[in-house]
């Protein structure tokens, strides 16, 4: 008998965690942060801390108490015992979402992750360009470790604290293939691509002797890939599952923007506007990327990505997105702010433009995976958006903001391609940005945004296609919506309080 116990994402739009367990063998479906329940103790200010290895997160029940699942250097580091055997076989990451994959930090290194290659390259892209903190994903740091050292008479002591240098190792991680089954243990799971609003999202079927359990992750019929999600219902339905683990985020929604009017209605805004045109859109989401790339195009313009959507777009290089050399990388100032000029340095006691100065001495502002973005032909800083504003498309998320300042925007437009506010913080955050706008005098259009997730009628369509005996809704605030279905005869389960 193959029992489910949902630790994140019940009544709860992410943060999913779903056991999946046999008499033998055990897995997770995603291991997610919820931002919410973080959100209701934690902020960019009040930080969960490594000093205390998961118990931070495990006060507040947003880790889960299960044994053998934990990395041994944090829960021997707290005087927690550690087991010797891992509890699940492996967790299977539907998407490269925080709110799916982003406590792996926190799993213990002999705990395979089974992902698609999108997947993979955006959480390598996540751990790499990110802000440091709890994102060992895809590689492995020991903490807490103390490596042999030769004593020297200042420095007497035989051991020192190890450093990332000497303990980072890839963690376990096999790329999966659309419909190329594997064993898991007991369960033989297939994965089955589907479209959501970034690249290598993907459902999960699992089978046990006669045990058939469907798991969406997050999916979309009205995106490029629609024709996945409908190969996905289909096989699904063949496939004939007891349980359909579903999200839905939007059940009580009833219409999609489409991608597609969105380029149009970017196109026609470039077309008729002659100054700078700022766009904030989520930088993982390729689909969303495409759309302003092509309204540049169709507007005779550039469109100018931040580095870390260069590094994306290098990651991403000959999987059939456009090239980073056919953009625009904008190159912020960084630590002495020597890039773009007119700022001024010391040497000898004369006070040198940055301008007069060797490349090297620029070139110091800038550190780690950056440092390969700034030297590019196509490269802009802010005086090229300063002099040819009707030039480019500039994307700029609130964190870039600072940009403005120097680039001293007149008469530009802003479009706001994301997602609506759903919680304290992201208010907070629009009100932050709503303020930036209106001192520089920047005009605000909304209503560019394409979600990732079907509408109400087509996630109870999809499930009355696929016909399984039951349904779990979670990733959603309004599991009652699901409750219809019961005319159907298909059973709508409460996947419990978490
Ligand atoms: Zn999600
Ligand atoms: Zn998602």
Redesign the pocket.
Known sequence: MVQIDFYGGVDE??G?KVRVSSDNDSFFFDF?KSFNKEGDYFSEFLQPRKLNGIMDLVEFGMLPKIKGIYREDYLRHSGIPHCPDPAVQGILIS?A?I??MGYLHHIRDDIPFYMTRESFLITRALETTGAPGFNNYTHYKTDFLLIEKKPTKKSPTTHKRASSRDTLKPRDIEIIEPYKDFALGDFTITPAPVDHSLPGSCAFLAQKDHDRIVYT??FRFHGKREHETWKFVKEARKFSPDILIT?G?RIDSTKNVLETDIQEKVTKLALSHGGLIIVNYPIRDLDRFYTFYHAAKASDRTLVVNTKQAFLLNEFYGMGYPCIDEVAVYVPRRSWGLRGGDSYVCMDGEWLCSRDLAEEYVQADYRGWEKDFISWDNNVTYHDLQERPQDYIFQCDIFEFKELIDIKPENAIYIKSKTEPFNEEMELDVRREMNWLDHFDIQVHTGYHASGHACGQEILDMIREIQPGSVYPI?TEHRELFEVLKEDGIRVLDPGKV
């Open positions: 739009i992410g999913n997610g998407h979402h709110d799916h992750g997050d999200e985020t990733h």
